[in-house]
């Protein structure tokens, strides 16, 4: 298996131009997160940028750098100002009563709610109301050899976001190949996704089609299972119908994650502590995983405890400053989280 995969060295530097440039042609300074590999259990998309209220964004650190999942927002959302028993105060969520109550104690072992005991009853309160700090969500697929066959088996996937609508726009990003007409221009995506070329050297970019905004207020449809296409496939597609209110759930969860973890946690899934890593930096202020073994920017997957190369830091390494400091290896961890922290002002 190669350890190098140009698919995530490019994703990694689609992240950080959306951090620096986003939104693209404009002169708006938006608050903005940028984060990597999100979505739903149906689909996962490569880059994800929240646009956010600068004031919603900083009140939002309230609530501690870790996610809060559907039952916790439940909770946090619906807790009044003033002492109530819990079942007085949050509407009944369409599961068991105890499903709610194990959130108000993971709520308040958090410190993000007040709960108490009167007599055999909780009561809870509000220590912050929860913010409303997504503007906007835009989903970035990363092609960056966007030839024929991927552009056919990305269409299918496309084509499910402009269904369902769960993101605001949609774009591709692909490599800048300098011809004349970008080929990826000569592919048949769905007119509703945006394209972007980006030259990962000097991390610009050039607008090559606005998307059409999706419609994320309206009910979404979820396509199944399609034809699979040829003269004798006379076979009708699947769908499913998702509400509103749901599709704002599964917005706001899916921006809960964003808010943990970033696009900079690949680190976390990787080896920093073998000798081989290293970070790189690359235009645009950008710090990137290298391995010294393969003198490349390695992937996640193949930077595991199964990798063949993998030798742990010598201690040497660690001897000064160590336990406090740790190694290299903890240091990279150490500038990424530094940098992830300083996209969400308050914590
Ligand atoms: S574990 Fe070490 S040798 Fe293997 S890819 Fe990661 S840095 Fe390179």
Redesign the pocket.
């Known amino acids: 298996m190669s350890?190098y995969s140009a698919e995530f060295n490019f994703e990694l530097r689609t992240c950080r131009w959306a951090e620096r440039e986003w939104p693209p042609d404009s002169d708006d300074d938006r608050s903005t997160l940028v984060a990597r590999q999100l979505g739903t259990k149906h689909r996962r998309w490569d880059t994800l940028v929240l646009e956010c209220d600068p004031v919603g964004l900083r009140e939002r650190a309230n609530f501690g750098p870790k996610r809060l999942d559907g039952d916790l927002l439940h909770v946090v959302k619906n807790a009044p100002t003033e002492w109530a028993y819990y079942r007085d105060a949050v509407p009944h969520p369409g599961y068991p009563w105890r499903y709610v109550r194990e959130a108000i104690h993971r709520a308040d072992d958090r410190g993000i709610v007040d709960a108490r005991r009167a007599g055999n009853r909780i009561q809870i309160r509000r220590k912050w109301s929860y913010p409303d700090w997504v503007d906007r969500i835009v989903a970035i697929e990363n092609k960056p050899d966007l030839d024929a066959s991927a552009a056919r088996s990305l269409e299918a996937q496309l084509e499910y976001d402009v269904a369902m609508a769960l993101s605001d726009e949609t774009w591709v990003a692909t490599e800048q190949t300098g011809a004349p007409v970008e080929p990826v221009l000569l592919e048949g995506l769905p007119t509703e996704v945006g394209v972007i070329v980006l030259d990962t050297e000097t991390l610009s970019a050039d607008v090559e089609w606005y998307p059409r905004s999706l419609a994320v207020s309206d009910p979404g449809t979820r396509i199944l299972e399609r034809p699979s296409g040829g003269d004798h496939d006379g076979s009708a597609a699947r769908f499913d119908s998702i509400s509103a209110d749901e599709k704002a759930e599964i917005r706001l969860e899916i921006a809960e994650r964003a808010y943990e973890r970033g696009w900079r946690s690949f680190v976390d899934t990787?080896?920093p502590d073998?000798r081989?890593?290293g970070l790189r930096s690359h235009a645009g202020n950008q710090l990137v995983p290298y391995?010294d073994?393969?003198d490349e920017c390695?992937t996640a997957t193949?930077?595991?405890g199964s990798?063949p190369?993998?030798e742990p830091e010598p201690p040497a390494w660690r001897m000064r400053g160590w336990p406090i400091d740790g190694g290299p290896g903890a240091r990279c961890r150490r500038l990424l989280a530094d940098r992830r922290e300083r996209r969400r002002p308050g914590l």
């Open positions: 350890r990787m080896r073998c081989f890593f391995c073994a393969i390695q193949a930077c595991s990798c190369e993998f």
